[in-house]
């Protein structure tokens, strides 16, 4: 099982998104906002989330967070980037769909053309490419 996602966490993600210490982050994060997007996606204290799916749980704190906009700006590069952050706790490849292409998602997360499932799925399809391609450079023996 993996858990929420800690508000320092998330300081610490957006202090190295923005190039400032973690203080100064903290000071214009709506902390409010943040604990409303780990709740929409973790849960709240009092609710039982039995054997959250990592990739899941991460992707929607990603969509949560483009939509809960807690930060003055950059919500949604700081939001991938804290999806990512979930990510690497797993033993799979890394997302690496090109940057363009991200950021057409996070718009669309962004105007609510898209969905969470729709973002779900997407997000999905990404990692079975990256695993596809991790496997094929390990068969080359790169």
């Known amino acids: 099982m ?15 998104a923005q190039d400032v210490s973690a203080d100064e982050a903290e000071a214009w994060i709506d902390r409010e906002r943040v604990e409303a997007a780990f709740e929409a996606a973790y849960g709240s204290h009092s609710e039982a989330v039995l054997y959250p799916d990592l990739f899941e749980s991460a992707a929607r704190c990603c969509y949560e967070l483009v939509c809960h ?12 980037d804290c999806m990512l952050d979930r990510f690497a706790q797993s033993h799979w490849a890394p997302l690496d769909p090109p940057a363009r292409e991200i950021e057409r998602k996070l718009d669309a997360i962004g105007t609510a053309a898209i969905d969470v499932d729709a ?5 999905r399809f990404e990692l079975g490419k990256a695993q596809v391609r ?7 023996g790169v």
Do not use: Q
């Open 69 to 80: 906009r807690p930060l003055p700006s950059d919500n949604k590069r700081v939001a991938y």
């Open 2 to 16: 993996h858990g929420k996602p800690t508000f320092r966490r998330f300081v610490f993600i957006t202090a190295a």
């Open 119 to 123: 973002f779900f799925a997407w997000v």
């Open 134 to 140: 991790e496997y094929d450079r390990r068969l080359k």
